[in-house]
């Protein structure tokens, strides 16, 4: 076990822990880098997928993991930012352009969403959301002279000054760079005041005000990132899948957005990486599983659901720290070989934690 | 015209009935328990496939096998309760929300692999069914009426149990004060799964009297999201707002998909929720939820 020192403040918000921890991360980096020179156009699509899902499960995980606030409707940020991108690309827009676009028109819309957000808490604000993405959703259906409707609407790939990106690695570098973009960004915003207040706030609204954190602007502000953040996601999707249509943005996306910060491990940006890389895993897991089965079983539509909800469940019923706070256990076991007890990472259990007035 | 009108706020009655009837089941658990069950729209559906599977069986009369079902669907509701719920509760309301999704997910995706069940839509055979009443120049069929009906029963029936039964106060206690039925010797768990068998038992009601209205299927739960718009206008905390909210979810349903174009109805139901929530963020009838220090 290493022993860190902290001889400044200064030393409690570096980027990162130490040199160690900086060669670790300097090493994931440089496999990123040569990915594309390893894995087959297939595998290499889908790590795209995984950087897109892991921006989306960053968004999220600023507004639930760091500010508490639940998102049922995230799949229609989703969708803004998405369709944004393919009508402004549709007019010849060019992509740098299109893209500040996209995240600006998906944040006005969490900016719309966070405005009933400050006055209700908790269940309301869940329900509230899934509303908007309702709406969201059937608006898609019905504005045909803009979103085509149920027909959808077709992208060409991306053209970045002037360099077109139709090869997968060249999409797959495209969205490395923002992802890491991204990642900076939220690193560097959690460790600002700002940063601590969303964290005071979904610790505790009354001690958060009580400190004085305005709670109506912080609230707003971590719709407003965590909804351009998902806009810019929703973008790049656009662009890979280059087919967009309302279906693919309907309320159970947005359950399936939340699985990734949920089974990631909420409260870490680690678990927003872990939670994109197992949900992109997870259909391929099924695929092979179908295999194993009967074929009256394996081939009816209702399976991949109920492994999805199966997992949901055992992950919040066994491990509500997620994969990310898995990882920590087993390293903590290493690092304390012997001295593991069983009863080390146990969460208080508080029973009276009640909303009421009493 | 006025007939046309009357006949629509008929219907919009009868299917808000049903999602006040469903949003019922989220108010019962979520006063005694602060859990919101996501999954109580695939309860419902698991009470209709029951009986569906029930009336199949051919040996037994139809009210029967209603009755069989009802009573299977509070069986699994306390089960349900004991092996998921009760583990997770204390934990923030994110972990029940997502477990709760997770149970929908989970048995949505489970009726489509029974075989039997599946993913075709199925027609559970009523006695009622075919038939209608007419009131002067209104008609109504019957198995709208069979849905006023049984919701009325159904309403005071709760009523009396909450108002007179021993086991109804203490449940009104729970929802007051955890800690404190449980100092007044109040067998707070045992209570809490009572709550999720009565819970699942409305929600099996609910989907046998929608069958004859959208037939049975894996899907029909999703009727579910549009039983929480009701609950919330009513409240969450309500049991008579939850059967108004419903009421006027139904309402609001079947005049915007007549008079106003296509699509609105579909999201009326939010559309209405979200200017309830703005203009008064605990409901019609919710209890005001901010914490003192």
């Not at chain 2, 009108?5 to 019922?24: D, E, H, K, P, T």
């Not at chain 2, 029967?64 to 306390?78: E, F, R, T, Y």
Request: aromatic residues 10%; hydrophobic residues 55%; contains cysteine.
């Amino acid at each position: 076990m290493r022993f860190l020192f902290k001889t400044s403040y200064n030393q409690d918000i570096r980027l990162f822990k130490d040199r160690i921890t900086m060669g670790w991360y300097l090493a994931l980096g440089v496999v990123l880098l040569v990915l594309p020179l390893l894995l087959g156009e297939y595998y290499l699509s889908q790590a795209s997928f995984v950087l897109i899902y892991a921006i989306v499960g960053l968004g999220l995980m600023l507004l639930s993991g760091f500010t508490g606030q639940i998102s049922l409707g995230h799949a229609a940020f989703l969708a803004v930012g998405a369709y944004t991108e393919a009508v402004l690309s549709a007019r010849g827009v060019p992509f740098v352009v299109s893209l500040p676009m996209a995240m600006a028109v998906s944040a006005a819309a969490g900016f719309v969403v966070g405005l009933p957000a400050l006055r209700l808490k908790g269940i309301y604000l869940a329900i509230a959301t899934l509303a908007f993405g309702f709406i969201v959703e059937v608006t898609l259906q019905q504005w045909e002279s803009v979103t085509g409707g149920s027909m959808g609407l077709l992208l060409e790939p991306v053209t970045l000054l002037g360099v077109t990106l139709d090869s997968e690695s060249g999409f797959y570098y495209l969205a490395l760079g923002l992802t890491g973009l991204t990642l900076l960004i939220l690193k560097n915003l959690l460790r600002s005041p700002t940063g601590r207040a969303f964290v005071a706030i979904r610790d505790s609204e009354i001690s958060a005000r009580s400190m004085g954190i305005g709670l109506a602007r912080y609230k707003t502000l971590a719709f407003v990132i965590s909804a351009a953040i998902t806009g810019l996601a929703g973008a790049l999707y656009a662009h890979k899948l280059q087919f967009i249509s309302p279906e693919q943005f309907g309320v159970f996306v947005s359950i399936e957005l939340l699985m990734i910060i949920v089974i990631g491990g909420m409260g870490s940006l680690h678990g927003a990486f872990l939670g994109a890389l197992f949900m992109t895993m997870l259909p391929e897991f099924i695929a092979i599983l179908r295999e194993y089965l009967p074929s009256s079983l394996a081939y009816q539509p209702g399976l991949q659901p109920t492994i999805f909800g199966a997992i949901l469940i055992l992950f919040v019923l066994l491990e509500p720290a997620g994969l990310y706070g898995r990882w920590v256990k087993i390293r903590t076991w290493f690092q304390l070989f012997p001295l593991y007890r069983k009863g080390l990472m146990k969460r208080e259990k508080s029973y009276v934690k009640s909303d009421r007035l009493s | 015209m006025l007939n046309e009108f009357l006949q629509l706020i008929l219907s919009g009655i009868a299917i808000g009935c049903v999602y006040g009837l469903v949003a019922l089941g989220f108010v019962l658990i979520y006063k005694a328990t602060e859990v919101v069950n996501f999954a109580q729209g695939e309860l419902m559906m698991f009470g209709a496939f029951i009986a569906l599977t029930m009336g199949g069986l051919q040996f037994m009369p139809f009210w029967l096998s209603v009755v069989l079902a009802v009573l299977a669907m509070a069986l699994i509701g306390g089960a349900v309760e004991r092996a998921v719920i009760r583990p997770v509760l204390g934990q923030p309301i994110f972990s029940i929300v997502m477990i709760t999704i997770g149970l929908g997910f989970f048995a949505r995706g489970l009726a489509s692999l029974i075989p039997g069940w599946g993913t075709l839509t199925h027609r559970l055979p009523t006695p009622y069914a075919d038939q209608t009443v007419a009131f002067g120049e209104l008609v109504l069929s019957a198995g709208h009426l069979m849905i006023i009906l049984v919701t009325i029963v159904l309403c005071i029936l709760l009523f009396a149990f909450f108002r007179y039964t021993r086991m109804g106060v203490a449940m009104q206690a729970i929802s007051q004060n955890q800690l404190a039925a449980h100092y007044m010797g109040i067998p707070v768990a045992r209570v809490n799964t009572l709550i999720w068998c009565i819970s699942a038992a409305v929600a099996a009601i609910a989907g046998i009297l929608l069958a004859p209205i959208t037939f049975v299927h894996a899907n029909m739960g999703l009727i579910g999201l549009k039983a929480f718009p009701a609950a919330v206008i009513g409240g969450f905390g309500s049991i008579p707002g939850a059967i108004v909210g419903g009421l006027i979810i139904g309402i609001v349903e079947a005049l915007s998909g007549r008079y106003l174009p296509d699509g609105i109805k579909d999201v009326s139901a939010y559309v209405v929720l979200l200017a309830v929530l703005i203009i008064r963020p605990n409901g019609l009838f919710g209890e005001k939820l901010t914490k003192k220090v």
